[in-house]
C-alpha cells in the first residue's frame, strides 16, 4: 500500500463558489484535538522529523506544496492543494514539507495536543524506532 493516504471531501459548488465540510467523527479516522496553521512560508523545507503517537490530517487550503513521506523503508511524495484533499499522516512517519508557493497556507488537523516529547527529530533515531531498536 501507498504511503500516500489522501481523504477526498465533498465540495459543494454553485454559482456563489464553494465550499468544503469537515465532519469530526465522520471524514476522520481520529478524534480531533488541535487544528494548526502553517503560512507565510519561505524557501525553508519544515517538518523533518516523526511523531511516536500522533496522528495527522494536512490540507493545503491554498496555493501548493510537496510532502515527502518516509517510513524508514520506502519515501514518497505528492503535492497537494485544494482544501478538498487531505494527506493522512500516520504515526512513525517521517515527514518533510518542501517547494511552497508564496500563497501556500497549510492547515492541520491532529489527534493530540502539543507535546514535544512526541516528536522524533532526528532521522538515525527514526530509523532505529522504526526498526525496533529503540522506543
Ligand atoms: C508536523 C508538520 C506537518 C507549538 O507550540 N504548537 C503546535 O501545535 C505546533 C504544531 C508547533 N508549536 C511550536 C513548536 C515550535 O517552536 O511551533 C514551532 C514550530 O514547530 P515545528 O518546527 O515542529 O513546525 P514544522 O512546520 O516543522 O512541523 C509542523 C508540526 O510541528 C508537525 O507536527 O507534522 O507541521
Given at each position: 500500500?501507498?504511503?500516500?493516504q489522501l481523504?477526498?471531501l465533498?465540495a459543494?459548488?454553485?454559482?456563489?463558489g464553494d465550499l468544503v465540510?469537515?465532519?469530526?467523527g465522520?471524514?476522520?479516522?481520529?478524534q480531533?484535538?488541535?487544528v494548526?496553521?502553517l503560512f507565510n512560508?519561505?524557501?525553508?523545507?519544515?517538518?523533518m522529523?516523526?511523531?511516536r503517537?500522533?496522528?495527522?490530517?494536512?490540507?493545503c487550503?491554498?496555493g501548493s506544496?510537496?510532502?515527502?513521506?518516509d517510513?524508514?523503508?520506502?519515501r514518497?511524495d505528492v503535492?497537494?492543494?485544494?482544501?478538498a484533499?487531505?494527506?493522512?499522516?500516520?504515526?512513525?512517519?517521517w515527514?518533510?514539507?518542501?517547494d511552497?508557493t508564496?500563497?501556500c497556507?497549510?492547515?492541520v488537523l491532529a489527534?493530540?495536543h502539543y507535546?514535544e516529547?512526541?516528536?522524533?527529530?532526528d532521522?538515525?533515531?527514526?530509523?532505529?524506532?522504526?526498526?525496533g531498536?529503540?522506543v
Amino acid at each position: 500500500m501507498s504511503l500516500i493516504q489522501l481523504l477526498e471531501l465533498p465540495a459543494f459548488g454553485d454559482g456563489r463558489g464553494d465550499l468544503v465540510s469537515i465532519e469530526a467523527g465522520k471524514h476522520i479516522p481520529f478524534q480531533i484535538k488541535r487544528v494548526y496553521c502553517l503560512f507565510n512560508l519561505g524557501d525553508h523545507p519544515r517538518g523533518m522529523h516523526s511523531h511516536r503517537k500522533l496522528q495527522q490530517l494536512a490540507f493545503c487550503v491554498h496555493g501548493s506544496c510537496r510532502f515527502v513521506l518516509d517510513d524508514g523503508a520506502r519515501r514518497e511524495d505528492v503535492v497537494l492543494s485544494g482544501p478538498a484533499k487531505g494527506l493522512l499522516i500516520g504515526n512513525l512517519i517521517w515527514r518533510e514539507m518542501h517547494d511552497f508557493t508564496d500563497d501556500c497556507v497549510i492547515m492541520v488537523l491532529a489527534s493530540e495536543h502539543y507535546d514535544e516529547a512526541d516528536y522524533i527529530r532526528d532521522y538515525d533515531t527514526f530509523l532505529e524506532v522504526v526498526r525496533g531498536k529503540a522506543v
